[in-house]
């Protein structure tokens, strides 16, 4: 009876003391792992590329996406100039396949003179709040990042 009892006691105390393990700083960034910005859902994407061997380091350097909080806007304008689009084909296939349309109007094209591809996304009262550079974005990351920036 006294051994059950002692067990019950201790057996909890010894899982509340274990901490999760996690690698330092500089040493996911010597694996080439930025902690800072890692999702760990790309961690688990790495099998797909037949890397699994990079997993478990993956794994101890991301960031959980619920811990990765930013803010939503309800309105995102992709600036773009007509004259530059050629150099971005990424870009151009967005804007000629009028991908835009699939957010339900909260993403806008708007073409502007002499500017490089950028989002600037806006606030309820159509306030640019911030604007990114997305000349190097291809077409699906252009898409996922407004499924998780915008309401």
């Avoid at 694996?31 to 800072?36: I, L, S, V, W, Y």
């Avoid at 994407?45 to 959980?64: G, N, P, V």
Wanted: a negative charge; charged letters at 25%; proline letters at 3%.
């Amino acid at each position: 009876m006294w051994v059950l009892l002692l067990l019950a006691v201790t057996i909890p105390q010894a899982f509340s003391q274990l901490e999760e393990y996690k690698i330092d700083v500089e040493e996911c960034q010597a694996a080439g792992f930025n902690p800072e910005t890692l999702k760990c859902g790309l961690c688990e994407r790495l099998s797909d590329y037949h890397l699994e061997t990079l997993m478990s380091d993956c794994m101890q350097c991301c960031i959980k996406e619920e811990e990765f909080k930013h803010n939503k806007y309800p309105t995102a304008i992709l600036e773009v100039c007509e004259c530059n689009l050629a150099r971005f084909p990424q870009i151009q296939a967005f804007v000629h396949k009028d991908m835009a349309r699939q957010f339900g109007g909260k993403v806008r094209v708007k073409h502007v003179r002499g500017v490089r591809p950028q989002v600037a996304l806006k606030d309820a009262d159509f306030k640019t709040q911030e604007v990114l550079s997305v000349e190097k974005w291809d077409t699906d990351t252009l898409i996922d990042f407004f499924n998780q920036w915008l309401e």
